[in-house]
């Protein structure tokens, strides 16, 4: 069983998060971490409050020491990176990676290092090739790697270079995401 899932998204990201957040269950048995490029300047709340109206998950703006929650949503906000610990989150101001921050290879990376097996790697549509190192990590510390589907990104360059790095990673096309993180959360077999 998945208990956490962490999403990378830049370009046209905040749509095809919109559309698989709608479709997951308020008891989904995971927490989900989301690193979508966004400028400094960003307003701090309006896309945690986008993506909120759409879903029936919790959807909160992440906070250095966070306690990871089944049900519910993590936004890193704009120009910090979101790091996974074992039980928690972490926020960092260290230098954008490829020019950005949030960078969703340090998402992924850490998640994968904390969780292991219990991680789902996503990367989605996206303009530059930010989550390939991390989703590879995923995938080689046992986690599962899933990648949107490029013929469905408005930009692909982003889920291309992730699928060159990860060949083996499931492709999903937007409406395949949803229940597919619904099976991989709610298998069986449990670890702890």
């Not at 990367?123 to 930010?130: E, K, M, P, R, S």
Request: aromatic share 2%; charged share 25%; proline share 6%.
């Amino acid at each position: 069983m998945k208990d956490l899932v962490t999403i990378g998204a830049s370009w046209g990201g905040l749509d095809v998060l919109r559309e698989v957040l709608s479709e997951l269950p308020a008891d989904l048995p995971a927490a989900i971490v989301v690193a979508q490029h966004r400028s400094a300047e960003s307003h701090p709340t309006a896309y945690r409050d986008l993506l909120g109206a759409v879903t029936r998950l919790r959807v909160r703006e992440a906070n250095d020491k966070d306690a990871l929650e089944e049900g519910t949503v993590f936004v890193a906000p704009p120009d910090y990176h979101l790091l996974v610990e074992r039980h928690s989150l972490a926020l960092s101001t260290d230098e954008p990676v490829l020019f950005a921050r949030p960078s969703i290879d340090v998402l992924l990376a850490t998640a994968a290092e904390s969780h292991r097996e219990r991680c789902v790697g996503v990367v989605l549509t996206g303009a530059n090739n930010d989550g390939a190192v991390g989703l590879r990590r995923v995938a080689e510390l046992g986690g599962t790697a899933i990648v949107q589907d490029p013929d469905t990104a408005v930009r692909p360059e982003m889920p291309l270079a992730a699928l060159a790095a990860v060949p083996e990673a499931r492709v999903a096309t937007i409406s395949e995401l949803a229940p597919m993180l619904v099976d991989l959360c709610r298998a069986e077999g449990a670890l702890t």
